[in-house]
């Protein structure tokens, strides 16, 4: 990751030269009157040799080309909208010669005339320049740029200066979460904030981050849902409430999981599971219309299309189907028994085989195999076993199921979203059977939270209740192959 010192030190000694030359390197602030986007929008067809007569423009950027000859000087300015020319003339500018202390990487202000040189580039004739910031380190080649995967993870400050596409893959997720308020918003929402340490982690089977509070000296947890604290909103009398703040769960890393992530969570009374499916559908479409024009993306090869209605998948009925079981399976004897057959071996790290391991575990483990990574979609898949669901309301009509379903696009979960279990007894025989889990070895069961079902007591309304995963929507936005090319920083191992 260090640039050779020869380098670093050539431009201490261009600093040095700069500073006595009774230039300051780092001033407090700048003006500029246009951005480079501006710029070009104020002038899009100028003629080769046209010059703008009038108000001279000013634009500040990181110098990213400097060409030197002799007598004339170009430097092209980058700043967050792109990039424009600027030249200097020896004659014009009595501190000329400070331009060859400059290096690639610096911030450069420019005040002048706009023109277009005989090639036709927009470019802004310096008055004046001033140096904004000296960089002491190299940009990484123009020609091979920053092309390895986790160095642009580990240095993201350089991956966007170099690589125009990844700034605008978080200007895309920038704008998707600006929409997404702004739907709620229009619905009225209340967008709210709920504690992310908490003395009791829930809402989602996880093990959590531990850490510890000196003052109080206890043990608090980083939260790994936002469900339990939202839903004591609504008993308190806000129906309609969404967030969208980070979680952390204590997992593994992959091309779709990162243990620190974002998510949209609201919840709306008098909604059920069906209500928040059309919001859902809904959402999607006019979020992709608004940043596209249409309602198809392409995914990693695949055209995902959003206009509603979304084919609509059955849990259970898909499950048999793929895997070829010819019972119900939420038997748990045979299917167990078909599952002994089929995966005997036993699962990493000491597990035992799938058929001995928790029924819920066995089902998600099926389902993780059979169904989801065969989604292309997008689809809803409906109404999950309640061995599974803790926190969701039974189905109104299928026994052994409630009232749940999962937006699934290209093999990959994006949300999730129940009709919201609102019986407080209910919910604490739910809990109890959680923590059974518990004591038997299930480190992620949902553990029992008092206060939640003190909360459930006063009285919940009927509810429905959604979690949108906000980094796997800007992966389909940005047609990205991994959740890390869409976080700033995400997780890495750290280098000693």
């Known amino acids: 990751m260090d640039q050779p010192t020869d380098q670093r030190d050539q431009r201490l000694r261009n600093l040095q030269a700069l500073v006595e030359r009774g230039i300051e390197p780092y001033p407090y602030s700048f003006e500029r009157t246009h951005t480079s986007a501006e710029l070009r929008a104020e002038h899009p067809s100028l003629a080769p040799g046209d010059r703008v007569d009038g108000d001279e423009v000013t634009v500040a950027g990181r110098v990213m080309l400097l060409r030197m000859l002799g007598k004339l000087t170009f430097a092209t300015l980058q700043d967050q909208a792109g990039r424009v020319q600027v030249s200097f003339e020896k004659a014009k500018l009595a501190d000329y010669n400070a331009l060859k202390k400059l290096d690639l990487g610096d911030w450069l202000e420019v005040t002048g005339q706009v023109y277009a040189t005989r090639t036709g580039e927009l470019t802004v004739d310096a008055r004046s320049f001033r140096l904004l910031a000296k960089a002491l380190r190299p940009l990484p080649s123009k020609h091979h740029g920053l092309q390895d995967k986790e160095l642009r993870y580990r240095q993201r400050y350089l991956d966007t200066i170099m690589n125009p596409e990844s700034?605008?893959?978080?200007?895309?997720?920038?704008h998707a979460i600006a929409y997404i308020r702004r739907y709620l918003d229009e619905r009225g929402f209340i967008e709210v904030e709920t504690p992310v340490l908490q003395a009791q982690p829930g809402g989602a089977e996880a093990r959590p981050f531990v850490t510890h509070h000196n003052a109080l000296d206890h043990d608090f947890y980083l939260r790994i849902s936002l469900e339990l604290y939202l839903k004591r909103l609504i008993v308190g009398g806000f129906e309609a409430v969404y967030e969208i703040g980070r979680n952390f769960r204590n997992e593994g890393i992959s091309f779709k999981h990162n243990p620190?992530?974002?998510m949209l969570e609201l919840y709306w009374?008098?909604?059920d599971y069906l209500d928040i499916l059309a919001l859902v559908e809904d959402l999607y479409a006019s979020l992709v219309r608004d940043l596209t024009g249409g309602t198809k993306l392409t995914y990693q090869g695949k055209e995902l299309d959003f206009t509603p209605p979304w084919p609509r998948v059955d849990y259970t009925g898909e499950l048999a189907a793929r895997a070829g079981i010819g019972f119900d399976v939420l038997d748990e004897e045979r299917l167990r028994a078909w599952v002994a057959e089929r995966f005997p071996e036993p699962g990493a790290g000491g597990e035992p085989p799938l058929a001995e391991r928790p029924f819920g575990q066995v089902l998600a483990k099926l389902y993780d195999v059979y169904v989801e990574?065969?989604?292309?979609?997008?689809a809803f898949v409906m109404d999950y076993p309640e061995v599974i669901s803790p926190l969701a309301k039974r189905h109104r009509t299928r026994p052994g199921l409630v009232e749940r379903f999962e937006p699934v696009a290209v093999g990959m979960e994006l949300g999730n979203a129940f009709?919201?279990?609102n019986d407080p007894l209910d919910q604490r025989r739910r809990f109890e059977l959680q923590e059974a889990l518990r004591a038997a070895g299930d480190e992620e069961a949902q553990r029992l939270d008092e206060d939640f079902l003190t909360a459930l007591e006063y009285g919940m309304p009927p509810t429905g209740g959604l979690g949108l995963g906000i980094?796997?929507?800007?992966?389909l936005l940005a047609d990205a192959p991994s959740i890390r090319d869409v976080i700033l920083f995400p997780l890495l191992r750290p280098q000693t």
């Open 167 to 174: 700034r605008r893959t978080f200007e895309l997720r920038a």
């Open 260 to 262: 620190e992530y974002t």
């Open 269 to 271: 009374a008098g909604k």
């Open 373 to 378: 990574p065969h989604i292309v979609g997008p």
């Open 419 to 421: 009709s919201e279990l």
């Open 471 to 475: 980094d796997r929507l800007a992966m």
